[in-house]
């Protein structure tokens, strides 16, 4: 049995994938640049749950930019016992790719490629490459459910664009080079160890400090928003399972099932035993009205599907965040 490279490994999904990975027996070689996008010591600490286990010895990781395409492919050339990928390290956050755009295209776009040429110059030896997208790749549709061949050639902001970027240069590597590989679209992640620019997050500090709250579109939005382990096991369910042939395949990875932003509120009001000053503010440059995911595929082709609630999700992001910050 090979490795597993996990890029992005001391990001939020990475780092919970990882953990599972490592719990199960893999030897698992992970990257990340830890960028300050934000606070590097919540990725610091993510990586210490990570090393300061017995789980030690099965882990490598290597400080390593996606941008950096030749370290990237002679990280990979050398260590020819890599046999699968899942590549979840990007430059995340709709919002920040208005301020900082050449940060998506290298990021998204130059590291995306960079992994998929070190795949290729693995002559044969990759087994399975799987990929996160996303579901800004919709774009600003109101209706749902989002099926997997709807078109999404009108992306409502830079980092959609270059999500789709990399479906499409993946794709043309599976054609061209025999890879085999999936992308998965991942719908609003949240959970423990979460990310601190999205809204579970934001809504939390500002509501213990006593402070407003920004709502977007006056409230007027559903997102649906997924426990980060019913991600990570949707992201191994597929690793587990490649495409038979050189087959290039698309999934959504969702709850299945939209949330109005003003529930979502009241659930972590209840949770926090304090009540939110809302600032009720007009829809943000980027931003997308309604996510919904139809995850009949995966559940046909892998038998899965989420098992986490909003509520119960919630709970534990509230009991993590208590736990950290003390």
Not at 23 to 43: F, H, S
Not at 171 to 180: E, F, Q
Request: aromatic share 10%; glycine share 10%.
């Amino acid at each position: 049995m090979g490795r597993i490279l996990v890029t992005g490994a001391a990001g939020f999904i990475g780092a919970h994938l990882c953990r599972s990975l490592l719990a199960r027996g893999e030897q698992v070689v992970g990257i990340d640049n830890m960028n300050a996008y934000y606070d590097p010591k919540l990725k610091e600490a993510r990586l210490a749950a990570l090393t300061g286990d017995a789980l030690a010895s099965q882990f490598e990781f290597l400080r390593l930019d996606l941008a950096d395409a030749e370290a990237v492919m002679g990280m990979m050339a050398s260590r020819p016992d890599i046999d699968r990928i899942a590549h979840l390290g990007a430059q995340a956050g709709v919002r920040w790719s208005l301020e900082a755009p050449f940060a998506y295209t290298a990021a998204n776009v130059t590291g995306h490629l960079a992994i998929l040429e070190g795949a290729r110059r693995a002559q044969g030896k990759m087994r399975h490459l799987v990929y996160a997208s996303t579901s800004s790749v919709y774009g600003a549709r109101a209706a749902g459910p989002f099926k997997e061949t709807d078109r999404v050639d009108r992306p409502a902001s830079l980092y959609a664009a270059t999500k789709i970027a990399g479906e499409v240069m993946s794709r043309a590597y599976c054609d061209l080079y025999g890879l085999p590989m999936t992308g998965l679209r991942f719908f609003t992640v949240y959970g423990p160890w979460g990310r601190p620019d999205m809204a579970y997050w934001l809504f939390t500090e500002a509501m213990l400090k006593g402070q407003p709250i920004k709502i977007f579109n006056e409230g007027r939005m559903t997102r649906d928003f997924t426990f980060v382990e019913d991600i990570v096991s949707g992201i191994i369910a597929v690793l587990d399972k490649a495409p038979a042939g050189a087959e290039h395949r698309t999934y959504n990875i969702g709850n299945a099932h939209p949330e109005r932003l003003l529930d979502f509120v009241a659930i972590l009001e209840d949770l926090l035993g304090v009540k939110a000053e809302k600032e009720l503010l007009p829809m943000q440059k980027g931003d997308v009205p309604a996510t919904f995911a139809d995850v009949s595929a995966m559940e046909r082709d892998f038998g899965w599907r989420p098992t986490t609630d909003l509520r119960t999700g919630l709970g534990q992001f509230v009991g993590w965040w208590r736990g950290y910050f003390g």
